[in-house]
């Protein structure tokens, strides 16, 4: 009697199968074949293998941190992101409406993020937390360094910086309602080399080394699974061009330009952006409280 395939098995045949689906439909000829076996053979010999798997880490995180939030079409669900090395524990706890640490000559356009915290049916979720955090306008996130982005080249030099600059924990109103101010956040890059093998491919195929502009939340209530997810710009090029994989749809927000500035106690005219977290209720018997 045979025994059950492997894991390996089972992943294997169904790559080969996409892989032939792709050969075939498009024609691949032994000569590109060979080229792609000799770019990984070169991508390899340069230390770059682990910096390459940045094409397809966001997609195995979403297949495995991010299960519980797969295919956010059949209920309406927010979408996953991938928490990212960014991430700090320790934030400071702020009440609705809240303003971002950050200091007092803070860089970057201001910007007002508010919406509400609900499940899938609709109810809406009084105290629900959300843990933000972003890069600031010179693109450096507080608290880290380059080494903490290994084995990405990423350049972060924090000096200076206060360790909790814009991050926060957020705790919505009782109505579910949330409200921080921020500033408008920088470009992350992904500190890729320019003139290696791995270069080459994201030149070749049109890919930018930066990722789109994007603030990170972590956002639980009482009775429902944690989200991880990030908020994205609507007009933001890379959105179209990230080397990770593509945007949802959902993700993508557009902000709204205001000049009244001086009613907010604001030295220049800000922007507005509205966001719904809708966040899936917990299994039965998972209490899954806020974090």
């Known amino acids: 009697m045979s025994s059950s395939p492997s894991r390996l098995h089972v992943v294997f045949t169904d790559l080969r199968r996409a892989v032939d689906d792709v050969i075939l439909r498009h024609q691949v000829t032994l000569e590109e074949l060979l080229a792609a076996v000799d770019w990984l053979q070169r991508v390899t010999d340069a230390g770059e293998l682990p910096s390459a798997g940045i094409l397809f880490h966001k997609t195995v995180l979403k297949a495995t941190a991010g299960a519980t939030y797969a295919h956010a079409e059949k209920d309406g669900a927010s979408h996953w992101e ?99 101010r921020t500033v408008m956040p920088g470009t992350e890059t992904f500190g890729l080399a320019t003139d290696s093998p791995l270069a080459t491919l994201i030149q070749a195929l049109r890919f930018e080394g930066l990722r789109p502009l994007h603030i990170h939340a972590i956002v639980s209530a009482d009775g429902c699974l944690p989200l991880t997810t990030q908020i994205y710009f609507d007009g933001d090029p890379l959105i179209e061009s990230t080397v990770e994989g593509a945007v949802p749809a959902g993700a993508v927000k557009a902000t709204t330009l205001h000049h009244d500035h001086r009613a907010h106690g604001l030295k220049q005219p800000y922007r507005t952006l509205t966001y719904d977290f809708v966040l899936r209720p917990a299994p039965e018997g998972d209490t899954a409280p806020a974090r």
């Open 82 to 180: 991938m928490e990212g090395p960014a991430h700090r524990s320790g934030a400071p706890v702020l009440h609705s409406p809240a303003v971002l640490p950050m200091r007092p000559d803070e860089p970057g356009e201001p910007l007002i993020v508010s919406g509400t915290v609900r499940t899938t049916n609709g109810t809406p979720k009084p105290g629900a937390a959300l843990e933000i955090w972003q890069i600031d306008a010179n693109n450096v996130y507080s608290g880290m360094d380059s080494g903490d982005f290994e084995p990405l080249n990423i350049p972060n030099d924090s000096t200076g910086v206060p360790v909790n600059n814009l991050r926060a924990r957020v705790i919505a109103d009782a109505d579910g309602r949330y409200e921080f």
